[in-house]
């Protein structure tokens, strides 16, 4: 990395001093393997709640959170951090990934090899099953045409979203190696944001070329005491809210 890293500079400085120097661009398929997390400041993330799955969609946060009996999905004031709502499910599975495309709510359960829809009006029965599928469940997003979700693996699986079958697998490697544990998911149109479980790694995945990984290291006051698990994109304020497990709060981010 230092050689890219080197030529990043010679580059960024034949540009920076108006030099007409023959720099060489970067080779095609070379890219900066580490980025750099800036942070915009956080606000308090309620309950430090066990956070699961994470995304903006209508203005505000929506969260899905796990543990059996505890689990539910909540609306959070993007400002403040305040809970606007919360949707609790009676029939008590551990949730985990939760994505909102193609006019729905679908969440997924940890080990019942259920995923639900949500449907906040109904206050009868709130979750409904809409697939079963094999192992267990994790993160969850979409691009435009398919849900993606994790398992546990260092595999991303895109399914159909009226059938959930898997229609595709991608495997995510950095720097040769399998990234296990891949967690939360974020969609921001271009890449595919998985945090890897029990560690502070966030990896961006290409989604039209998923060879091209980057590794965002979070700085250690994000989640600290907690779990990071939690990257949603705000697609409006062009940023990146990130929280987790047992998390005090929930930081206001950008990728660079
Ligand atoms: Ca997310």
Not at 14 to 42: D, Q, Y
Not at 141 to 170: C, H, I, M, Q
Request: proline residues 5%; aromatic residues 12%.
């Amino acid at each position: 990395m230092r050689t890219r890293y080197l030529l990043s500079v010679a580059l960024f400085l034949s540009i920076a001093l108006g030099g007409c120097t023959h720099s060489k661009p970067m080779p095609s398929g070379e890219w900066e393997a580490e980025g750099r997390v800036e942070l915009l400041g956080s606000l308090p993330h309620q309950g430090k709640a066990y956070t699961e799955g994470l995304l903006v969609s209508e203005g505000i946060l929506w969260e899905s959170t796990g543990l059996e009996g505890k689990s539910l999905v909540r609306g959070l004031d993007k400002k403040t951090g305040k809970v606007l709502w919360a949707v609790p499910n009676p029939q008590g599975f551990f949730g985990e990934g939760l994505a909102r495309a193609f006019g729905k709510t679908y969440l997924l359960s940890y080990t019942e090899g259920e995923a639900f829809l949500l449907d906040r009006d109904n206050r009868v029965q709130p979750y409904t099953l809409f697939a079963r599928y094999e192992g267990e469940g994790w993160g969850l997003t979409a691009t435009d045409k398919y849900l993606v979700n994790s398992n546990g693996s260092a595999n991303l699986y895109y399914r159909d979203p009226e059938t959930f079958d898997v229609v595709r697998e991608a495997p995510v490697e950095y720097e040769g190696q399998p990234v296990p544990r891949l967690n939360e998911l974020e969609f921001d149109g271009t890449y595919i944001w998985a945090n890897q479980w029990q560690t502070h790694f966030v990896y961006r995945i290409k989604e039209s070329d998923p060879s091209e990984v980057v590794r965002f290291e979070l700085p250690a006051e994000v989640c600290a005491g907690g779990t990071p698990n939690g990257v949603a994109w705000d697609e409006e304020e062009r940023l990146f809210y990130l929280t987790g497990q047992s998390c005090a709060e929930i930081w206001k981010a950008r990728f660079r």
